[in-house]
C-alpha cells in the first residue's frame, strides 16, 4: 500500500492490495477476518506512516525502544478500523455481492470514524492513491472519501470475479465506472475565469532545532524579509509558511506595521504564519495574518493587532500542538512538553482572508487532512485553497510527499488552485484542472513567483460534500437488510409450514 501513495505513486498496486486484503480475510470466522484484517491494517500503517517516528526519534529525546514502541502502539489502534470493516463484513454477509456491499458500507463506518474519535487521523486513506490516476476525475463529483469507497468496491468485485469464476461482479464495477463519469461529464460546471495573479512563495528552510531559540528570532523574521524584498514588485500576493515570523504577535508589531507598510507600498498583500500569545486570556492561537492591501483598490496598508483579517487554527494536532492529560505526561518526556505544545484552538468556521481583493481559503498543516472540514470553510467567494505547515518534523521522508498529494486532492474535490507553502519543502502550486504542479526543491532557502489562473464555478462536492455517498451507503444497507429479511421470512415460512 505504501508505494500507492506519493513520492512512489505506483497508484495499481492500491488495488491489487485490497484484492489481496479481501481474499486472506474472505473467512467464515468472524474472529479470523478481524483477525487478518488487523494485519493488513496494521502493515499499512508502520510503513506507510513510518515518518512519524521521525520526529519521535529525532525531537521527542524518548530512547529507541519506547519511541517503536509508542509507533507500534499508533499503528495497532489504526488497524483497529480495517480489522472491524472485514469482521463487519463477514459476520453479516450471506452471499458474495452481500459481502462487497457491506465491505463498502463497514469501511464508510471505519473511515469516518477514524477520522473523528480522539481528534482524527485519516492519513493514508485509500482514495489518496488515487491522486495521479485517471479516477481522479470523479474527485469534484464523490470526494475522496468516494474514491475511497469506489476502490473497496472494484477491489472486491475483481476479487468475487475471480472466485466464484463469475464476470457480473467485474460488469457491476464497469457500470458504476461508466456512470460516474457520465455523471462528472454532466454535472461538470468549473473553468478558468478571465483572472489570474501573481504569486510568491517564500521557503525559509529554517532547521527545526533553531525555530523556537529567542536568539533566532530576528535573524529568521529577516531572512524571510530580504528574500521577499526582492520580489516585490508585479507581485500580487506574498505567501510564508507556518509560524514564519515566530516571535508571538502582540511583541512583533513593529515588524509587522513596517511590513505591512512595505506591502501596500508596493501594491501587494503577505499572508504568513504567527503564534499569538493574547496576555489577557492567556490563549495562544497558531494563527495566520494579513499584511498589506486587504482589497485591490486599498491605497494603505490595514494590519492592527487583533484585526478580524486573520485566521486561528482549530485542528490542533496531539502532542505537537496540544498535550492530554499534560500535567501527567510533560514532566515524563521531552516529547510531551515541545516548545509551541499548547495552543488554543480557533473556531471550527472562519472567515475566509481576504487579501489584495482574493479571497483565500486557509488551512494550516494537519487540517488540510479533514475534508469537511476544509469545505465547511469553503464559500462561493473562496479564490485560492492555501495551505501552511512545517514538514521540517519528518526529515527527508514520505511524510511531505504524502501531505503534499493530501494538499492536491484537496483543490481536486473543491476545484480551486492550491497555494502551499512550507518551511523547508514541498512548497509549490498545483492545478485542478490541468493537474501541473510548480515547486520548490525540499530543503533549500529559495522563492517560486509563478502565474496563478483562478477558477470559476462550483464543483458538486463543493456544493453537497459526503451527502450524496451516505445517501448511497444508506440505500446499499437498506438493499441488504431486506433481503436478509426475506431470506429469514422464507426460512421461517418453510419451516412452519412446508
Not at 529554517?206 to 528570532?217: A, G, M, V
Amino acid at each position: 500500500m505504501t508505494f500507492s501513495y506519493a513520492p512512489f505513486n505506483l497508484w495499481p498496486i492500491a488495488i491489487f492490495s485490497i484484492v489481496a486484503a479481501c481474499f486472506v480475510t474472505d473467512k467464515y470466522s468472524t474472529r479470523s477476518a478481524a483477525k487478518y484484517g488487523f494485519a493488513f491494517g496494521f502493515g499499512w500503517f508502520a510503513l506507510g506512516i513510518s515518518w512519524v517516528h521521525v520526529s519521535i526519534a529525532q525531537y521527542g529525546g524518548l530512547p529507541l525502544p519506547i519511541s517503536l514502541l509508542l509507533m507500534g502502539l499508533l499503528c495497532a489502534y489504526l488497524a483497529i478500523y480495517p480489522a472491524l470493516a472485514f469482521a463487519f463484513a463477514t459476520r453479516f454477509s450471506q452471499s458474495a455481492w452481500q459481502r462487497i456491499a457491506l465491505l463498502v458500507i463497514g469501511f464508510a463506518i471505519a473511515e469516518f470514524l477514524r477520522g473523528e474519535l480522539l481528534t482524527g487521523f485519516p492519513w493514508l486513506s485509500f482514495g489518496y492513491a488515487f491522486t495521479d490516476s485517471p479516477l481522479n476525475i470523479f474527485a469534484p463529483l464523490i470526494g475522496e472519501f468516494g474514491l475511497t469507497l469506489l476502490a473497496v468496491f472494484l477491489a472486491s468485485g475483481i476479487y468475487y470475479s475471480i472466485k466464484e469464476k463469475h464476470a457480473s461482479f467485474c460488469l457491476s464495477a464497469f457500470g458504476v465506472l461508466l456512470c460516474l463519469y457520465l455523471m462528472s461529464s454532466f454535472t461538470a460546471s468549473t473553468s478558468y475565469s478571465n483572472k489570474s495573479i501573481s504569486a510568491l512563495l517564500v521557503q525559509g528552510n529554517i532547521q527545526q532545532s533553531l525555530r523556537w531559540e529567542p536568539e533566532q528570532f530576528w535573524p529568521t523574521m529577516s531572512k524571510y524579509r530580504d528574500m521577499t524584498r526582492v520580489e516585490w514588485q508585479d507581485t500580487d500576493l506574498i505567501v510564508w509558511p507556518e509560524a514564519a515570523i515566530p516571535e508571538i504577535e502582540d511583541m512583533a508589531a513593529p515588524f509587522l506595521e513596517g511590513l505591512d507598510k512595505a506591502a501596500a507600498f508596493n501594491n501587494t498583500a503577505v499572508i504568513t504564519g504567527i503564534p499569538d500569545y493574547q496576555f489577557d486570556t492567556k490563549a495562544v492561537y497558531n494563527t495566520l495574518i494579513v499584511l498589506g492591501k486587504k482589497y485591490s483598490d486599498s491605497s494603505d496598508g490595514h494590519y492592527n493587532y487583533l484585526h478580524s483579517n486573520r485566521y486561528q487554527k482549530h485542528q490542533l494536532l496531539p502532542i505537537g500542538e496540544f498535550v492530554p492529560f499534560e500535567d501527567i505526561l510533560r514532566p515524563l518526556a521531552p516529547l510531551f512538553n515541545l516548545a509551541m505544545s499548547s495552543f488554543s484552538r480557533g473556531e471550527r468556521v472562519q472567515n475566509n482572508l481576504i487579501a489584495n481583493g482574493l479571497h483565500i481559503l486557509p488551512a494550516i498543516c494537519y487540517e488540510i487532512v479533514f475534508s469537511s472540514f476544509v469545505r465547511d470553510n469553503f464559500t462561493e467567494q473562496s479564490d485560492i485553497l492555501f495551505t501552511v505547515s512545517n514538514d521540517a518534523w519528518f526529515g527527508d521522508s514520505h511524510g511531505p510527499h504524502q501531505h503534499m498529494q493530501i494538499a492536491r486532492m484537496r483543490a481536486m474535490e473543491l476545484q480551486r488552485p492550491l497555494v502551499r507553502v512550507t518551511n523547508n519543502g514541498i512548497t509549490g502550486v498545483y492545478d485542478p484542472i490541468t493537474q501541473t504542479e510548480q515547486t520548490i526543491p525540499q530543503f533549500e532557502a529559495n522563492t517560486l513567483k509563478t502565474k496563478v489562473q483562478l477558477i470559476t464555478g462550483l464543483s458538486p462536492f463543493s456544493q453537497y460534500g459526503h451527502t450524496p455517498i451516505w445517501i448511497l451507503v444508506s440505500l446499499i444497507a437498506l438493499a441488504v437488510l431486506a433481503n436478509n429479511t426475506k431470506r429469514a421470512l422464507l426460512s421461517k415460512f418453510e419451516k412452519n409450514f412446508l
